[in-house]
Structures are given as structure tokens and as C-alpha cells.
């Protein structure tokens, strides 16, 4: 099982729609979340932290369940510049090493 | 304008023919690291470097080599590629007190024949 999983998409969704979606972790003790964007042949670059409370950034919404181990990011009223490969970051306090997820694309359409 | 540079971009080489990919970074971070991404795998890291002088093996270090002996620069080596290499690779950097937030080179896409 990998440490973090990902559904890969596409996910395929009109413009002004609301999407969400998760991202599980094997590791009980990891300890800090985050969320990436990867736009194609792009390099990644932070979107946001999740934090234990959740925490929203505009339309983003980031919460973390660590019950159920998954983080989650929901989009509300996408736009098509919202379209990218959205990559889902662990990372354990005891190290620097961050394990990262494969992605999941989003595909915004008109 | 800050930014981690890396050279060159794409590359197209033969098995065994070494060759290094440079990284260069602007923002006096101490944390420097290579990953290579791969169809349905993420990012695995590959290297990494808390300061000069200082390296550390990531997931898949094998078939790698990597210096630090200045701040700024973190090359990556293959001295003998194969194909089983090829890749798009991504330098990082960050600031130990702000770890949480890398920033990439823009990559490079390597191709082993």
C-alpha cells in the first residue's frame, strides 16, 4: 500500500461547480498536511497547509480527519484556471522528508 | 526575483554517458533537494541537502550522486545513466525555518536511449 493515495482523476467538471476531493495516509504519526498545484509540465507549487481545525483559503477548503487519516480539498465556484494536478503532501515532524501523493487532475470545462 | 534555476531543461543522452543536471538558488536556503516524478508515482526524493556539506539519501538514491560545497548550488550526477532513469526531475529548495513551503526549479526531462 502506498504511503499516500491519491485518486487519479480526471475528474471532469463544469465551470461554477463545486469539487472535492481526498487524499489518505497510511502513517498514524504523520503529522503536518498539505496541498500542492501542478499545472502540466509545470513545477509544483504550494497551495495551501491543512491545518487540524481546517482552514480556507478563497474558494479552497482544506480539512483533515485523522480518525479516518485523509485530508480533503474542496473547490467551490471553479473557475478554468482551476485546472491542474492537485498533489496531496505529508510530512513527519521527526524528519525533513515530505511523502507525496501521485495527484489528482482536475479538468474544468466550459 | 527569487527562484530556483536548473540546466539544462530537457536532455536526450545514451546509456553510460555521464551528466550532471546544475541547480542554482537565490534565497539563501539551506534545504535543497532533487525528486524525480514518474507516471503514477509522485514525487520520490532522490537527494537532499540540509546545508553545505551536509547530504542525505532520499527514497531512491541509487544510480545518483549529488554535492553541496557551496549554498546555492545543488548538481545532480549520473555518472552512468540507463533508461530506467529517465524521468522529469525537480530540483527544490527551502528555508529550514519555513520547510513546509518548497520551491521548485522548473525541471528537467531527462532521456536515457
Keep these: ?110 | 526575483e527569487a527562484q530556483v534555476t536548473q540546466n539544462p531543461r530537457y536532455l536526450i543522452t545514451v546509456t553510460g554517458k555521464k551528466l550532471t543536471v546544475t541547480c542554482s538558488q537565490n534565497m539563501n536556503h539551506e534545504y535543497m533537494s532533487w525528486y524525480r516524478q514518474d507516471p503514477g508515482l509522485g514525487l520520490r526524493q532522490i537527494y537532499y541537502s540540509m546545508n553545505v556539506e551536509v547530504t542525505d539519501k532520499g527514497d531512491v538514491p541509487e544510480g545518483y550522486k549529488v554535492s553541496r560545497k557551496e549554498k546555492r548550488n545543488f548538481p545532480l550526477i549520473l555518472e552512468s545513466p540507463s533508461p530506467n532513469q529517465t524521468s522529469l526531475y525537480f530540483c527544490a529548495s527551502s528555508s529550514l525555518a519555513n520547510y513546509n513551503e518548497q520551491f521548485f526549479g522548473p525541471g528537467t526531462r531527462l532521456t536515457v536511449l
Design chain 1, 1 to 110: 500500500r502506498k504511503e499516500v493515495e491519491q485518486d487519479p482523476g480526471p475528474f471532469n467538471v463544469p465551470e461554477g461547480a463545486t469539487v472535492a476531493f481526498n487524499c489518505t495516509y497510511s502513517n498514524s504519526a504523520s503529522q503536518s498536511f498539505f496541498w500542492y498545484r501542478q499545472d502540466c509540465r509545470k513545477e509544483p507549487k504550494l497551495l495551501m497547509s491543512v491545518y487540524s481545525s481546517g482552514n480556507e483559503d478563497g474558494r479552497f477548503t482544506a480539512q483533515l480527519n485523522r480518525a479516518s487519516q485523509y485530508i480533503s480539498l474542496l473547490i467551490r465556484d471553479s473557475k478554468l484556471s482551476d485546472s491542474a494536478t492537485y498533489l496531496c503532501v505529508v510530512k513527519m515532524d521527526s524528519n525533513y522528508q515530505l511523502i507525496w501523493g501521485a495527484g489528482t487532475k482536475l479538468i474544468i470545462k466550459p
